[in-house]
Protein backbone atom coordinates (compact mmCIF):
# COMPACT_ATOMS: atom_id res chain seq x y z
CA UNK A 1 0.00 0.00 0.00
CA UNK A 2 1.34 3.59 -0.65
CA UNK A 3 1.29 5.45 2.48
CA UNK A 4 2.76 9.29 2.89
CA UNK A 5 3.57 10.32 6.53
CA UNK A 6 4.26 13.79 7.41
CA UNK A 7 5.54 15.64 10.85
CA UNK A 8 4.61 17.11 12.95
CA UNK A 9 1.06 17.13 13.11
CA UNK A 10 0.25 20.43 14.31
CA UNK A 11 3.46 23.08 14.57
CA UNK A 12 3.14 26.86 16.41
CA UNK A 13 6.13 29.30 15.53
CA UNK A 14 6.64 32.75 16.66
CA UNK A 15 6.65 35.61 13.55
CA UNK A 16 10.38 34.95 11.60
CA UNK A 17 10.85 31.22 12.99
CA UNK A 18 12.35 28.93 10.49
CA UNK A 19 9.98 26.06 9.68
CA UNK A 20 10.65 22.35 8.25
CA UNK A 21 7.84 20.02 7.87
CA UNK A 22 8.92 16.67 6.80
CA UNK A 23 7.30 13.92 4.42
CA UNK A 24 8.09 10.48 3.94
CA UNK A 25 6.95 7.84 1.19
CA UNK A 26 6.98 4.04 1.29
CA UNK A 27 7.76 3.13 -1.90
CA UNK A 28 8.85 4.44 -5.43
CA UNK A 29 6.95 7.97 -6.72
CA UNK A 30 7.08 9.98 -9.99
CA UNK A 31 6.52 12.98 -8.08
CA UNK A 32 6.09 14.87 -5.06
CA UNK A 33 3.46 17.83 -4.31
CA UNK A 34 3.15 20.06 -1.69
CA UNK A 35 -0.45 21.92 -1.10
CA UNK A 36 -1.84 24.47 1.02
CA UNK A 37 -4.37 24.79 2.47
CA UNK A 38 -5.75 28.22 4.08
CA UNK A 39 -8.63 27.99 7.03
CA UNK A 40 -11.20 29.27 3.89
CA UNK A 41 -10.55 25.51 2.48
CA UNK A 42 -9.21 26.17 -0.56
CA UNK A 43 -5.86 24.34 -2.00
CA UNK A 44 -3.17 25.71 -3.85
CA UNK A 45 -0.19 23.69 -5.25
CA UNK A 46 2.86 24.75 -3.95
CA UNK A 47 5.52 23.00 -5.33
CA UNK A 48 5.91 19.82 -7.69
CA UNK A 49 9.00 18.05 -7.59
CA UNK A 50 11.27 14.78 -8.59
CA UNK A 51 14.76 15.37 -7.60
CA UNK A 52 16.42 18.16 -5.93
CA UNK A 53 15.12 21.67 -4.64
CA UNK A 54 12.78 24.26 -5.37
CA UNK A 55 12.67 27.90 -4.01
CA UNK A 56 9.36 30.17 -4.33
CA UNK A 57 9.74 32.97 -2.22
CA UNK A 58 10.48 32.60 1.37
CA UNK A 59 9.35 28.63 0.75
CA UNK A 60 11.92 25.60 -0.20
CA UNK A 61 10.99 22.56 -1.20
CA UNK A 62 13.86 19.56 -1.19
CA UNK A 63 13.58 15.98 -2.07
CA UNK A 64 15.72 12.89 -1.32
CA UNK A 65 14.59 10.21 -3.42
CA UNK A 66 16.96 7.56 -2.14
CA UNK A 67 15.77 8.17 1.34
CA UNK A 68 11.77 8.63 0.15
CA UNK A 69 11.92 12.06 1.96
CA UNK A 70 10.59 15.68 1.09
CA UNK A 71 10.70 18.52 3.25
CA UNK A 72 9.19 22.05 3.25
CA UNK A 73 10.98 24.82 4.77
CA UNK A 74 9.34 28.26 5.32
CA UNK A 75 12.02 30.82 6.54
CA UNK A 76 11.11 34.51 7.86
CA UNK A 77 7.56 32.77 8.70
CA UNK A 78 4.64 34.97 8.98
CA UNK A 79 1.37 34.98 10.43
CA UNK A 80 0.00 35.03 6.83
CA UNK A 81 1.64 31.54 6.57
CA UNK A 82 -0.91 29.99 8.75
CA UNK A 83 -2.32 27.31 7.35
CA UNK A 84 -2.50 23.22 6.71
CA UNK A 85 0.38 22.37 4.42
CA UNK A 86 -0.27 18.83 2.83
CA UNK A 87 2.19 16.55 1.04
CA UNK A 88 1.08 14.16 -2.03
CA UNK A 89 3.05 11.59 -3.53
CA UNK A 90 2.13 10.78 -6.87
CA UNK A 91 2.31 7.29 -8.65
CA UNK A 92 1.55 7.65 -12.31
CA UNK A 93 -1.20 9.99 -12.16
CA UNK A 94 -2.31 9.62 -8.85
CA UNK A 95 -2.24 11.51 -5.60
CA UNK A 96 -1.54 9.72 -2.42
CA UNK A 97 -1.79 12.09 0.91
CA UNK A 98 -0.48 12.81 3.82
CA UNK A 99 -2.83 13.75 6.68
CA UNK A 100 -1.18 17.52 6.62
CA UNK A 101 0.40 19.88 8.83
CA UNK A 102 -1.19 22.32 10.52
CA UNK A 103 0.77 25.76 11.03
CA UNK A 104 0.02 28.33 12.98
CA UNK A 105 2.10 31.25 12.97
CA UNK A 106 2.37 33.69 15.93
CA UNK A 107 3.05 37.22 15.72
CA UNK B 1 -11.75 33.05 -16.72
CA UNK B 2 -13.16 31.05 -13.69
CA UNK B 3 -10.30 28.35 -14.21
CA UNK B 4 -12.20 25.72 -11.99
CA UNK B 5 -15.62 25.74 -10.21
CA UNK B 6 -17.67 23.21 -8.46
CA UNK B 7 -21.59 23.82 -7.82
CA UNK B 8 -23.28 23.65 -5.10
CA UNK B 9 -20.72 25.15 -2.49
CA UNK B 10 -22.61 23.39 0.29
CA UNK B 11 -25.41 21.42 0.16
CA UNK B 12 -27.87 19.18 2.78
CA UNK B 13 -29.47 16.15 1.63
CA UNK B 14 -31.14 13.35 3.35
CA UNK B 15 -30.33 10.07 3.48
CA UNK B 16 -31.56 7.72 0.63
CA UNK B 17 -31.56 10.53 -2.09
CA UNK B 18 -29.58 10.95 -5.02
CA UNK B 19 -27.05 13.86 -5.65
CA UNK B 20 -24.60 15.08 -8.37
CA UNK B 21 -22.07 17.56 -7.48
CA UNK B 22 -20.92 19.49 -10.28
CA UNK B 23 -17.84 20.11 -11.72
CA UNK B 24 -16.11 22.37 -14.48
CA UNK B 25 -12.73 23.52 -16.21
CA UNK B 26 -12.12 26.15 -18.30
CA UNK B 27 -8.30 25.07 -19.10
CA UNK B 28 -8.81 22.15 -21.37
CA UNK B 29 -6.78 20.11 -18.82
CA UNK B 30 -7.10 16.36 -20.01
CA UNK B 31 -6.85 15.43 -16.12
CA UNK B 32 -10.00 15.42 -13.94
CA UNK B 33 -10.30 14.05 -10.47
CA UNK B 34 -12.85 13.82 -7.83
CA UNK B 35 -11.75 13.85 -3.65
CA UNK B 36 -13.04 13.69 -0.75
CA UNK B 37 -11.52 15.60 2.47
CA UNK B 38 -12.75 14.47 5.81
CA UNK B 39 -10.84 14.45 9.49
CA UNK B 40 -8.93 12.09 10.34
CA UNK B 41 -8.10 10.50 6.88
CA UNK B 42 -7.42 13.61 5.08
CA UNK B 43 -8.14 13.86 1.09
CA UNK B 44 -8.73 10.38 -0.76
CA UNK B 45 -9.50 9.96 -4.32
CA UNK B 46 -12.56 9.24 -5.11
CA UNK B 47 -12.60 8.72 -9.28
CA UNK B 48 -10.56 10.07 -12.01
CA UNK B 49 -10.66 11.11 -15.45
CA UNK B 50 -7.79 10.72 -18.02
CA UNK B 51 -10.03 12.42 -21.34
CA UNK B 52 -13.81 12.23 -21.87
CA UNK B 53 -15.17 9.09 -21.76
CA UNK B 54 -12.50 7.32 -20.01
CA UNK B 55 -13.02 7.32 -16.30
CA UNK B 56 -11.38 4.75 -13.87
CA UNK B 57 -11.64 4.28 -10.03
CA UNK B 58 -9.78 5.80 -6.87
CA UNK B 59 -9.48 4.64 -3.37
CA UNK B 60 -12.69 5.18 -2.32
CA UNK B 61 -15.00 4.47 -5.32
CA UNK B 62 -18.03 2.47 -3.49
CA UNK B 63 -21.47 4.83 -3.62
CA UNK B 64 -19.90 7.01 -6.37
CA UNK B 65 -20.41 7.01 -9.90
CA UNK B 66 -18.96 9.82 -12.42
CA UNK B 67 -19.47 10.35 -16.36
CA UNK B 68 -17.18 12.90 -18.83
CA UNK B 69 -18.92 13.49 -21.99
CA UNK B 70 -17.21 16.44 -21.92
CA UNK B 71 -13.55 17.80 -21.77
CA UNK B 72 -14.64 20.36 -19.41
CA UNK B 73 -17.21 19.01 -17.19
CA UNK B 74 -16.92 16.40 -14.63
CA UNK B 75 -19.89 15.31 -12.39
CA UNK B 76 -19.95 13.60 -9.45
CA UNK B 77 -23.19 11.44 -8.45
CA UNK B 78 -24.43 9.72 -4.98
CA UNK B 79 -26.83 7.32 -6.01
CA UNK B 80 -28.02 6.96 -2.49
CA UNK B 81 -26.36 9.33 0.07
CA UNK B 82 -25.44 7.84 2.96
CA UNK B 83 -24.74 9.57 6.29
CA UNK B 84 -21.28 8.52 6.22
CA UNK B 85 -20.67 10.15 2.52
CA UNK B 86 -21.21 13.74 4.43
CA UNK B 87 -17.40 15.07 3.76
CA UNK B 88 -16.48 17.76 1.86
CA UNK B 89 -15.46 17.26 -2.22
CA UNK B 90 -12.92 18.57 -3.83
CA UNK B 91 -12.66 18.41 -7.94
CA UNK B 92 -8.98 19.10 -9.58
CA UNK B 93 -7.95 18.78 -12.75
CA UNK B 94 -3.99 18.63 -14.46
CA UNK B 95 -2.77 18.11 -17.68
CA UNK B 96 -1.19 14.86 -17.67
CA UNK B 97 1.91 14.44 -14.89
CA UNK B 98 1.38 17.97 -13.96
CA UNK B 99 0.32 19.85 -10.73
CA UNK B 100 -3.06 20.06 -10.16
CA UNK B 101 -5.32 22.66 -9.84
CA UNK B 102 -7.98 22.62 -7.16
CA UNK B 103 -12.27 23.61 -7.03
CA UNK B 104 -13.34 25.60 -4.24
CA UNK B 105 -14.80 22.53 -2.90
CA UNK B 106 -18.52 21.17 -1.83
CA UNK B 107 -19.33 20.82 1.58
CA UNK B 108 -22.03 18.02 1.37
CA UNK B 109 -23.89 16.89 4.82
CA UNK B 110 -26.29 13.87 4.41
CA UNK B 111 -28.93 13.73 7.39
Known amino acids: KNEVEQSPQNLTAQEGEFITINCSYSVGISALHWLQQHPGGGIVSLFM???GKKKHGRLIATINIQEKHSSLHITASHPRDSAVYICAARYGNKLVFGAGTILRVKS | DAGITQSPRYKITETGRQVTLMCHQT?????MFWYRQDLGHGLRLIYYSAAADITDKGEVPDGYVVSRSKTENFPLTLESATRSQTSVYFC??????????FGPGTRLTVL
Open chain 2, 27 to 31: WSHSY
Open chain 2, 92 to 101: ASSRESNEQF
Open chain 1, 49 to 51: LSS
